[in-house]
């Protein structure tokens, strides 16, 4: 049996989908500097971004809270690959739990010498404290936080 033929491809896919109205809301909030969760009345978790049902107690959540701007870096990891539709490598990514927030969420992590690799574990910690730096022009999107910087 011969080898079975192999077409190499690419896609490259433009779209929009409706954020609906509580990534909408969240989104809003950006603009203005504002960080907004929303909290489960049952087990009292507050999710960032907000979500219309708690995941655990599967009940619908309706109570927004502002949370601060400032949180906790809970992992990260460091990117020296190009990966379409992303920045230049070396760039890094941390999960940040908000101060005020239950989960984690991704985001960048920025004014962080990333240039020697042997040297990010004296640099990027777990549990390490961070906080947002805005962009001067928001427009309602995540990169309205420009990226979190160790404090
Ligand atoms: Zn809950």
């Not at 489960?40 to 049902?53: G, H, I, Q, T």
């Not at 701007?69 to 809970?74: D, F, K, Q, R, V």
């Not at 984690?104 to 961070?130: A, M």
Request: one cysteine or more; hydrophobic letters at 35%.
């Amino acid at each position: 049996m011969s080898k079975p033929f192999e077409i190499p491809g690419k896609w490259e896919i433009e779209y929009k989908y409706a954020a609906g109205p509580y990534i909408s809301k969240f989104l809003e909030g950006l603009k203005e500097k504002k960080i907004f969760g929303i909290k489960c009345n049952s087990c009292k978790r507050v999710y960032v971004p907000p979500r219309m049902f708690c995941e655990r107690c599967y009940v619908e959540l309706n109570d927004w809270v502002e949370v601060k701007e400032t949180g906790t870096l809970e992992t990260f990891i460091v990117v020296y690959r190009k990966f379409y539709g992303l920045p230049d490598p070396p760039y890094a990514l941390g999960l940040i739990k908000l101060d005020g927030a239950s989960e984690s969420f991704l985001h960048y992590l920025g004014e962080v010498d990333l240039s020697r690799p042997e040297k990010i574990p004296e640099i990027l910690k777990q549990g390490q404290k961070v906080i947002a730096i805005w962009n001067e022009e928001r427009k309602g999107s995540i990169l309205d936080i420009k990226y979190f910087k160790p404090l």
